[in-house]
């Protein structure tokens, strides 16, 4: 790209050469002028590598400007390329001007607004009265855009709109690179198509491969789902979204959320995979039940909606926990299974078996049923020791095949074991001191109870059965074969899914920076002086060359005192300060890093 160097103070300020097949001079109307007009060939003006054609044109050479009207066109070297139906340009500071349909194209852009500067020592063009900028992917629109050439980069202010057949982008600012297709969006920022849209107050979106990376206040909304995350990634050929951070992801349409430090979201899949400190949350009337494990996936249409748990599973509910390898939840069926080493408590009960499996009602997300398949066991702490003083408890134990309990607005209420049906009871008086120890087996018993308490125990076709004195009840008799009492894993609260992981740690964001905000693009010129830019000739007025607060940037760093940003809701420091990397460079992808994981 071509760049032309600001003049030293000392050096000659070359004229504009300028010819026509035309001219004439009429010193009464165009005082100081020279008329040049189009005959067989437009006429033609050249200046420090910028060359002009025109139909008509009027030359003050005392001032070295030029006012050009009709067919204008401008070219600097093979990168700019401008049309419009009027262009001023005064030689003297390479400053032009431009009205009326004008059109400036590079390389990879195309830029239509009804009035332009030019400044060619700063290689920068503005407008503020609206333009639409086309490049190869999208078409773009603002009130306010500056044009840096040397860095081939737009920025835009107000009403910012980037139209592409596959989505919209509305954004207050937004910084954009024409060779790149990169866009930075600062302030609040929505990406829209038909399948989802993106908020964010700060991101990157590559326009051209339709793929971006959002921080701060960011998130995806899909049709049922929602992604929140301090950091998220989108792929929209793809469809697919990855999330690092404070992770959050509603499923409104079953009324559920999943919570994590990182996320992958497969639209198309209608799969969510999450992992560090994921927990998924059901509501079931006034309570919700959490599932943890190391890694949660999340598949299947909202009415076929399937969750699967590895590794590590906890599961809390306020008057129920339990603990297995792994969970399967089908949302559709309210079938919940807990696989390899399950174990559940309901107040101070303990229940274990090969495989535990909760059964809840589809349309009213009530829990209906308990089963425990193969080797169920329920065990309870008892209340006091067994000889006073000592630090040695008995357990009330009942053990069979297989275990069926029943819930009554959503609280356990009855457990049946059947088949090979055996119990230990402590019984204790009024005073606390056992009475027995009440030693049977039946064909099937039957357990009742009462807000989260066994209440009672019912014993049918009682097979064996006998009460010893404590004496006479042998240590080795005192607990089935099977008993491996885990009180001490009951989870007491929500916050207890976590509890024995080892403190975690969030990987660190590699963020998005403030952009800089250059200088104002129009000089100040203090009151009563003449501003260089603006000979007497000229059809601009002295308002049309001042900077305007109003659409100076909300949002960025100022590089110095000369750069205005807009007071009453920049997010700037006080202080000029300078970025620590290039905007010109797109950000990295996050990455799952198990290093960070605490």
Same mark, same amino acid.
């Given at each position: 790209?071509? /760049?032309?160097?600001?003049?030293?103070?000392?050096?000659?300020?070359?004229?504009?050469?300028?010819?026509?097949?035309? &001219?004439?001079?009429?010193?009464?109307?165009?005082?100081?002028?020279?008329?040049?007009?189009?005959?067989?060939?437009?006429?033609?003006? +050249?200046?420090?590598?910028?060359?002009?054609?025109?139909?008509?044109?009027?030359?003050?050479?005392?001032?070295?400007?030029?006012?050009? =009207?009709?067919?204008?066109?401008?070219?600097?070297?093979?990168?700019?390329?401008?049309?419009?139906?009027?262009?001023? =340009?005064?030689?003297?500071?390479?400053?032009?001007?431009?009205?009326?349909?004008?059109?400036?194209?590079?390389?990879?852009?195309?830029?239509?607004?009804?009035?332009?500067?030019?400044?060619?020592?700063?290689?920068?063009?503005?407008?503020?009265?609206?333009?639409?900028?086309?490049?190869?992917?999208?078409?773009?629109?603002?009130?306010?855009?500056?044009?840096?050439?040397?860095?081939?980069?737009?920025?835009?202010?107000?009403?910012?709109?980037? /139209?592409?057949?596959?989505? +919209?982008?509305?954004?207050?600012?937004?910084?954009?690179?024409?060779?790149?297709?990169?866009?930075?969006?600062? !302030?609040?920022?929505?990406?829209?198509?038909?399948?989802?849209? +993106?908020?964010?107050?700060?991101? %990157?979106?590559?326009?051209?491969?339709?793929?971006? =990376?959002?921080?701060?206040?960011?998130?995806?909304?899909?049709?049922?789902?929602?992604?929140? !995350?301090?950091?998220?990634?989108?792929?929209?050929?793809?469809?697919?979204?990855?999330?690092?951070?404070?992770?959050?992801?509603?499923?409104?349409?079953?009324?559920?959320?999943?919570?994590?430090?990182?996320?992958? +979201? =497969?639209?198309?899949?209608?799969?969510?995979?999450?992992?560090?400190?994921?927990?998924?949350?059901?509501?079931?009337?006034?309570?919700?039940?959490?599932?943890?494990?190391?890694?949660?996936?999340?598949? !299947?249409?909202?009415?076929?909606?399937?969750?699967?748990?590895?590794?590590?599973?906890?599961?809390?509910?306020?008057?129920?926990?339990?603990?297995?390898?792994?969970?399967?939840?089908?949302?559709?069926?309210?079938?919940?299974?807990?696989?390899?080493?399950?174990?559940?408590?309901?107040?101070?009960?303990?229940?274990?078996?090969? /495989?535990?499996?909760?059964?809840?009602?589809?349309?009213?997300?009530?829990?209906?049923?308990?089963?425990?398949?193969?080797?169920?066991?329920?065990?309870?702490?008892?209340?006091?020791?067994?000889?006073?003083?000592?630090?040695?408890?008995?357990?009330?134990?009942?053990?069979?095949?297989?275990?069926?309990?029943? %819930? @009554?607005?959503?609280?356990?209420?009855?457990?049946?074991?059947?088949?090979?049906?055996?119990?230990?009871?402590?019984?204790?008086?009024?005073?606390?001191?056992?009475?027995?120890?009440?030693?049977?087996?039946?064909?099937?018993?039957?357990?009742?109870?009462?807000?989260?308490?066994?209440?009672?125990?019912?014993?049918?076709?009682?097979?064996?059965?006998?009460?010893?004195?404590?004496?006479?009840?042998?240590? &080795?008799?005192?607990?089935?074969?099977?008993?491996?009492?885990?009180?001490?894993?009951?989870?007491?609260?929500?916050?207890?899914? %976590?509890?024995?992981?080892?403190?975690?740690?969030?990987? @660190?964001?590699?963020?998005?920076?403030?952009?800089?905000?250059?200088?104002? %693009?129009?000089?100040?010129?203090?009151?009563?002086?003449?501003?260089?830019?603006?000979?007497?000739?000229?059809?601009?007025?002295?308002?049309?060359?001042?900077?305007?607060?109003?659409?100076?940037?909300?949002?960025?760093?100022?590089?110095?005192?000369?750069?205005?940003?807009?007071?009453?809701?920049?997010?700037?420091?006080?202080?000029?300060?300078?970025?620590? /990397?290039?905007?010109?460079?797109?950000?990295? @992808?996050?990455?799952?890093?198990?290093?960070?994981?605490?």
């Amino acid at each position: 790209m071509l /760049t032309f160097p600001i003049l030293a103070p000392a050096q000659e300020k070359k004229q504009i050469d300028i010819t026509s097949d035309i &001219e004439r001079i009429d010193e009464a109307k165009f005082p100081g002028a020279l008329i040049m007009q189009k005959g067989d060939n437009q006429v033609y003006i +050249v200046h420090e590598g910028i060359e002009m054609w025109c139909d008509l044109a009027f030359y003050y050479k005392k001032e070295n400007f030029v006012k050009a =009207y009709n067919n204008v066109r401008v070219n600097q070297g093979d990168t700019i390329t401008m049309n419009s139906k009027y262009a001023e =340009y005064n030689g003297d500071t390479q400053f032009a001007y431009a009205s009326g349909q004008v059109n400036l194209r590079s390389p990879k852009a195309n830029l239509t607004t009804d009035t332009l500067y030019f400044n060619r020592i700063k290689q920068q063009a503005y407008y503020r009265s609206g333009g639409t900028l086309r490049d190869t992917a999208s078409v773009i629109t603002s009130k306010v855009g500056r044009y840096f050439l040397e860095q081939d980069k737009y920025s835009f202010i107000n009403d910012v709109v980037v /139209t592409n057949p596959e989505y +919209v982008i509305n954004s207050e600012q937004l910084d954009f690179y024409s060779k790149s297709g990169f866009a930075y969006l600062y !302030g609040p920022s929505t990406i829209t198509s038909e399948t989802s849209k +993106v908020y964010c107050e700060r991101g %990157f979106y590559d326009t051209r491969n339709d793929n971006g =990376y959002f921080v701060k206040n960011s998130r995806i909304d899909y049709d049922n789902r929602t992604v929140y !995350g301090d950091s998220l990634y989108f792929d929209r050929p793809t469809a697919f979204a990855s999330a690092t951070n404070n992770i959050k992801v509603i499923d409104t349409a079953n009324n559920s959320v999943v919570k994590g430090h990182y996320a992958e +979201v =497969y639209r198309d899949k209608d799969s969510v995979f999450i992992t560090k400190r994921a927990v998924a949350i059901s509501k079931q009337e006034n309570d919700s039940i959490y599932i943890h494990g190391d890694r949660l996936v999340i598949t !299947g249409k909202p009415d076929k909606r399937i969750i699967r748990g590895y590794y590590n599973v906890r599961m809390f509910k306020s008057d129920m926990s339990g603990k297995s390898d792994s969970i399967h939840v089908n949302q559709e069926t309210g079938l919940t299974q807990m696989i390899g080493k399950p174990v559940m408590w309901n107040g101070l009960s303990q229940m274990t078996g090969d /495989t535990i499996h909760l059964l809840s009602n589809p349309e009213t997300e009530k829990l209906d049923t308990l089963k425990v398949f193969e080797n169920a066991f329920i065990a309870e702490k008892d209340s006091l020791p067994l000889v006073k003083g000592k630090d040695e408890y008995g357990y009330n134990q009942i053990k069979g095949n297989t275990l069926t309990g029943l %819930f @009554k607005d959503n609280a356990l209420n009855q457990v049946d074991i059947v088949k090979n049906a055996e119990s230990i009871n402590y019984r204790r008086g009024d005073d606390g001191l056992i009475q027995g120890i009440d030693k049977g087996k039946s064909a099937s018993i039957r357990v009742l109870i009462e807000q989260n308490q066994i209440t009672d125990v019912y014993k049918y076709q009682q097979i064996d059965g006998r009460v010893f004195p404590l004496s006479k009840f042998l240590p &080795e008799e005192r607990k089935f074969p099977g008993l491996n009492w885990r009180g001490d894993e009951r989870l007491l609260t929500k916050e207890d899914i %976590f509890k024995g992981e080892p403190p975690f740690k969030l990987v @660190k964001i590699e963020g998005i920076p403030l952009p800089e905000i250059e200088e104002d %693009f129009f000089d100040d010129v203090e009151e009563g002086e003449q501003n260089e830019n603006l000979p007497t000739q000229s059809e601009m007025k002295p308002e049309n060359l001042k900077n305007r607060e109003e659409d100076a940037p909300a949002i960025g760093v100022p590089v110095n005192e000369n750069a205005t940003i807009r007071e009453q809701d920049s997010l700037a420091p006080k202080k000029p300060a300078k970025l620590p /990397t290039s905007l010109t460079k797109p950000p990295k @992808k996050e990455t799952d890093s198990t290093d960070n994981e605490g």
